[in-house]
């Protein structure tokens, strides 16, 4: 019997809060549990923002709440992996909402696949990313480009990428981002000298992704539907 060629949609929702945006997928990661939706791919970008992993050391946050508040930036602690990083405009955020049940429950293997997305959209722009022993995320040499960081349950997945498109560097200068001290933050921007749209990057992102899991895609610029 022939295996059922899955599908994933990819919501191009532009600029949406941390905080609205990790509500809406905590209301997908339910409705994916339940089998009321199929897979689903968030692709936005955040107004600044720091959020906080598990593993998060607030002596890695380097400048002090008040401050952080006098430019507008947010400070969330949320369920991901990882330590601090950075979210704002020009970078391009991944949130997929996929049951990984019941061929590809591997999270190593899950993971390995959100970076090949970003190195297989940083080639699209003439760089070479590649994975670092030890490191997640996508580097370029010893700067890095695009971070994971993943929150999976009974086998959906939530939270997801990041990859700087024309991001404002210096505003990894507020944190260790990551917890890692010795290495660079990069851009497409900052490689090659161009400034990819959000759109553009988005829809390059939802194809490689369903490519990856060889799954028919349908994009939309609307927002999830979620039954009551």
Same mark, same amino acid.
């Given at each position: ?63 002090? #709440?008040?401050?952080? !508040?006098?430019?507008? &930036?947010?400070?969330? =602690?949320?369920? @991901? %992996?990882?330590?601090? $990083? *950075? ?89 260790? #981002?990551?917890?890692? !001290?010795?290495?660079? &933050?990069?851009?497409? =921007?900052?490689? @090659? %000298?161009?400034?990819? $749209? *959000? ?30």
């Amino acid at each position: 019997m022939s295996r059922a060629v899955p599908s994933i949609t990819a919501h191009l929702l532009g600029r949406v809060g941390y905080r609205e945006a990790h509500a809406l997928q905590e209301r997908l990661l339910e409705a994916r549990i339940a089998g009321q939706i199929g897979d689903t791919l968030l692709l936005l970008e955040h107004p600044p923002v720091l959020t906080l992993g598990r593993a998060a050391k607030r002596e890695h946050v380097l400048f002090a #709440p008040d401050h952080l !508040r006098s430019l507008g &930036v947010d400070v969330v =602690e949320t369920g @991901r %992996g990882g330590d601090v $990083t *950075y979210h704002g405009p020009g970078q391009l955020v991944g949130y997929p909402i996929v049951d990984l049940k019941p061929d590809r429950q591997d999270v190593r293997k899950y993971v390995s696949s959100l970076e090949e997305t970003m190195i297989r959209l940083a080639a699209d722009y003439g760089i070479t990313a590649t994975r670092v022993q030890g490191l997640n995320g996508a580097w370029v040499e010893d700067r890095k480009i695009g971070a994971v960081g993943v929150r999976i349950r009974k086998w959906v997945t939530m939270h997801g990428f990041a990859i700087n498109g024309t991001t404002d560097l210096t505003h990894f200068d507020w944190i260790v #981002p990551c917890g890692i !001290r010795d290495r660079a &933050v990069t851009s497409i =921007e900052r490689e @090659r %000298g161009v400034r990819p $749209t *959000y759109e553009e990057l988005a829809e390059k992102a939802a194809r490689i992704f369903a490519s990856l899991y060889e799954a028919e895609l349908t994009i939309t610029r609307e927002a999830p539907s979620i039954p009551a």
